[in-house]
């Protein structure tokens, strides 16, 4: 079992920045991929970006130059740092775990899921 804690979410007017952490715990031994999945009201819940056990990063289309994803210098966790915000990136994010990155940012096989942060993006 895992259980997964995002953090960082927040209020931020396009054009800043946020970092958001996904913390792991549990049976951390069996992760392979980590990844950012983000859904808007309305919307489908869409991949936004995945790191993988070797430290590959796949990012979403709509993200690509904007975001990074990282191992945090905390044991178990993974950053994404989201820079150049615009509004149609306000969205609920949620940290999820799997068994392969896919070249859209998402995970395969996904096992488990965070409670998620909500991000904000202001006009």
């Known amino acids: 079992q895992v259980q997964l804690v995002e953090s960082g979410g927040g209020l931020v007017q396009s054009g800043g920045s946020l970092r958001l952490s996904c913390l792991a715990s549990?049976?951390?031994?069996?992760?392979?991929?980590t990844a950012w999945f983000r859904q808007a009201p309305g919307k489908e819940r869409e991949g936004v970006s995945c790191i993988n056990s070797i430290g590959s990063t796949y990012y979403a289309d709509s993200v690509k130059g904007r975001f990074t994803i990282s191992r945090d210098n905390a044991k178990n966790t993974v950053s994404l740092q989201m820079n150049s915000l615009k509004p149609e990136d306000t969205a609920t994010y949620y940290c999820?775990?799997?068994?392969?990155?896919?070249?859209?940012?998402?995970?395969?096989?996904?096992?488990?899921w965070g409670q998620g942060t909500r991000v904000t993006v202001s006009s």
């Open positions: 549990g049976s951390t031994s069996n992760i392979r991929a």
């Open positions: 999820a775990t799997g068994q392969f990155c896919t070249v859209g940012g998402g995970t395969a096989g996904r096992n488990f």
